[in-house]
C-alpha cells in the first residue's frame, strides 16, 4: 500500500508497465509464493496467493494482474505440466522475478471456442515449427517465457492441441499489434506473431495432445485469482468511498451523515 498506491493512478495514465513494482515485490517472494522450495519458491498455497493478490489489487491492479498472469497461469501451468529440466530452467527465474510469464491461447478467430485454434505446431525432426497468430496476450511483449497452445493440423479439433515453451527472442517470434486498455492500463496486452518459429522439441509442455486439457485446466486455477484482484479493487473502492463521505461536508454536515449514501456503502460491503 505505501510502495504501490501512491504511483497506481501515474501508471494507469501513462500506460506505464510496472517492472519496478514486480522487481520490489520478487525481492519479498511474493513471485514465488506457489511454487515449491526445491524450484526457488516458497511452496504457498493457492489461498496464499489469492491473499497477496488481493492485497495487491487494492494498491495496484495493474501489477496484480501482471502477477497474476505470470505467475497464476505462466508458473503454475510450467509447475503443473513441466518436467524436471522445464522447472528447473524457468520456474527458477520465475520464482525470483528474474523472468515475466504469458499465456498464449486466444486467436483472432478463437476465443470462447478454442476447441480448434488456427496456430499449428508441426513436428519437424527434433523441432517443432510454429506458425500463426495468438491475441490479446497479457504480458506478451514483455514476457521472457510464453506457454503457447497450437494444433498440430487444422482439423484435429481439441485433441491435436498441444501447449509449448517459446521464449523471448526465438527467430520467428515477434510482437504485433500492442492494444491500448479501457481500465486497469498498466497492464499490457498484446499480438504475437509465429512465422516457421522453430523450438527444440523438449519445449513441448507435457504431454502432446494434451494441451486443451492444460489450457483449461490452468484457467481454472487462475481464475480465482480474477476473482481475489477484483475484491481487492472494490475493496479499496469502498475504503475510498467511505473516507471521501467523512470529509466531503455538504448541508453543514458530513455527506456519510445522509442515509442514501449510507445504504450505497453498506451494498458496496456486502454486496
Ligand atoms: C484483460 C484481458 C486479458 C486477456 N489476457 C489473455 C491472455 O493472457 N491469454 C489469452 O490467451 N487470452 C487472453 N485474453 C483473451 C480472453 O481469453 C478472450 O477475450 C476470451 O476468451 C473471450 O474471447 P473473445 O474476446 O474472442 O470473445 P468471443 O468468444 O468472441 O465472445 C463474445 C461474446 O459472446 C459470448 N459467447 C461466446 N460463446 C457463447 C455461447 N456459446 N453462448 C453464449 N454466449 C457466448 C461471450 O461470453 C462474449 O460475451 C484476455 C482478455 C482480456 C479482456
Redesign the pocket.
Known sequence: QRELEPIAERIDADEEYPFDNIKKLAQLGITGITIPEEYGGSGGTHVDWCIALEEIARACAATA?ILD?SWG?CAHCINAFGNEEQKKRLLVPLAKGEMIG??????PN?????AQLDTLAVKDGDSYVLNGT???????AQADVLVI?AAKDKTSGYKGQSAFLVEKGTPGFSIGQKFH?LG?RG?H?AELLFEDCRIPAENLLGEEGRGFSIALAT?DSARIGVAAIAVGIARAALEASIEHAKTREQYGQAIANFQALQWMMADMATG
Do not use: M, V
Open positions: 494482474s498472469t497461469l504469458a499465456f498464449g491461447l486466444t486467436e478463437h476465443g470462447s471456442d478454442i495468438k491475441t490479446f496476450i497479457s504480458n506478451g497452445f486498455r486497469i497492464a496486452n484457467l
